[in-house]
């Protein structure tokens, strides 16, 4: 029961902070699953990561849906674009080795990571983009705000058949690549970006744990249980994140998620050498 109780409690911290940048809280959860069970495949680890992710993002979604920052025409679109890769990357993690698995994911947040840092522009407010593929979207909050962005339709949803795969293969969810992908090569406004994020989340981790219950890796056996306790916690924490989402400079949430996948990524490669 102490093993429960902690992670639900685990869940919260990973629920709030995840949905105050949009991303889930996979990044953080799969390096965590990692060290605390050692002898877990890969597959297994990820099974459990997009589980919880999902209860997650299907919070936020639900806190975002009342503060009407979830542009859902776009969502749908992405998500519909995910789904391809999210079966795939489902499938496929089964086949990977646990080092290699964890030199990739090390790999793959130490990159995101730096971008982020170190990217200046990635907030600053520019006139939407026009012409032929540019989808134009204009989004008004419960407070009010209209926001009024416009991106390449075409190039989003490439972008994210790609993200699709990458999070469904790591278990990280994709908001930590969905998330600085729509504000910087996309121009979207941070706040609608995390947002839409979660509920674009919320599909494509559904997609992949669907994956995951049909092949038999996320039965009801004590991975399961383990994974609802730490849901559960999820679900608390991301309405506490998208409470706190809009008092939040839109730099500060990137450079607070770009600072933490850093940490985690020279977490992963101290425990592999």
């Known amino acids: 029961m102490i093993e429960f109780g902690l992670l639900a409690l685990l869940g919260v911290a ?17 390096p965590i699953l990692l060290f605390v069970y050692p002898d877990t495949p890969p597959d297994t680890i990820t099974a459990m990561s997009l589980f919880v992710v999902f209860a997650n ?29 999210a079966v795939a990357g489902a499938v496929l993690v089964g086949y990977i080795p646990r ?42 909050d419960a407070t009010g705000h209209t ?13 994210s058949a790609v993200v699709g795969f990458v999070s469904s293969l790591l278990g990280i969810g994709g908001g930590i690549v969905h998330v600085p992908v729509m504000v910087v090569m996309l121009r979207f406004p941070v706040y609608v970006a995390t947002a839409t994020s979660h509920f674009v989340l919320a599909l494509m981790a559904l997609e992949a744990t669907v994956v995951h219950v049909a092949d038999g890796t996320l039965a009801w056996n004590v991975v399961l249980a383990r994974s609802s306790a730490i849901a559960v916690g999820a679900i608390v924490g991301a309405q506490v994140g998208a409470y706190f989402s809009h008092r939040v400079r839109g730099d500060t949430i990137l450079r607070a998620l770009g600072g933490a996948l850093i940490l985690v990524a020279a977490r992963l490669v101290w425990v592999a050498r």
């Open 57 to 85: 993002a299907a919070s936020g979604t639900v806190a975002y849906w009342r503060q009407r920052r979830i542009d859902l025409l776009t969502g749908g679109l992405f998500a519909l674009a995910t789904l391809p890769g």
């Open 99 to 140: 080092h290699v698995f964890n030199v990739l994911f090390a790999a793959a947040l130490a990159g995101i990571g730096a971008w982020l840092i170190f990217s200046r522009t990635a907030t600053t407010i520019r006139e939407p983009l026009v012409g032929r593929g540019i989808l134009r979207r204009s989004i008004t």
């Open 147 to 159: 926001y009024v962005y416009g991106y390449n339709l075409w190039q989003g949803i490439g972008i």
């Open 14 to 30: 990973l629920g709030a902070f995840g949905t105050l940048v949009g991303a889930g809280g996979g990044f953080l959860l799969v």
